[in-house]
């Protein structure tokens, strides 16, 4: 298939963005979207011209690191998929697909399509466990959690921190992913989310 990719390049921060767009031809419909990127950057290597800056590190839909912008949809137009697992059978032969950042104030762009996460990121750390030194680590099944919370628990920690919540928020608010958080955080033992609130308001 062939596709048109419109994305955006920006060399940083402080330096006014553009769309720029790029042909792809005779691209594998079973393909994953960061595959096609990858492809794109070997093209630009090759015709000596820097290569698209974007975020990717397990591929595998777990840790969201790899989260954009598709055709103003967080992570592309497929339900609950993360971008590194979009494949390009969801988009039609000749599409036009814009690519572009996570759009908030939460997140500045650092280069092209990479945002900096670090404002979410300590929402997640100002929850988790601490680390004293006790002595040997517990057995696991030592911490009684009732079946109930373990369960609800598991269903808040579905949330994987990409931020599209973020992203997608006409208002780029962090309430829904701090909200997500807390719900999994307060499920868990000795972890406080009135610690969280406390500390980051």
């Known amino acids: 298939m062939n596709l048109t990719l419109r994305i955006w ?7 006014p963005g553009r769309m720029v767009s790029y042909q792809m031809e005779d691209l594998d419909p079973e393909m ?15 015709a000596d011209q820097d290569p698209v800056a974007f975020d990717s590190d397990c591929r595998e839909g777990i840790c969201g690191a790899c989260g954009l912008v598709i055709n103003g949809i967080a992570h592309g137009p ?18 036009v697909i814009d690519v572009e950042p996570w759009r908030a104030g939460s ?13 979410l990121d300590r929402i997640i750390e100002a929850g988790g466990f ?23 628990a ?14 997608a928020c ?8 701090l909200g997500a958080k ?10 406080s989310p009135n610690a969280v609130i406390a500390r980051w308001g």
């Open 78 to 95: 497929q339900a609950l998929t993360t971008t590194c697992q979009l494949y390009l059978r969801a988009f039609s032969d000749d599409d």
């Open 32 to 46: 994953s979207f960061l595959e096609m990127l990858d492809i794109l950057n070997e093209q630009l290597v090759r």
């Open 107 to 119: 997140f500045p762009i650092i280069k092209d399509l990479v945002v900096d996460r670090s404002a």
């Open 182 to 191: 807390l719900a999994h955080l307060g499920h868990l033992p000795r972890v």
């Open 9 to 15: 390049r920006q060399p940083d921060n402080a330096t």
């Open 154 to 167: 598991f269903e808040a920690a579905a949330c994987i921190g990409c931020g599209a919540c973020v992203a």
């Open 130 to 152: 601490i680390s004293v030194n006790t002595g040997a680590a517990p057995e696991a099944h030592s911490i009684a959690v009732p079946t109930r919370d373990a369960e609800a």
């Open 170 to 177: 006409p208002n780029g608010s962090a309430a829904l992913f």
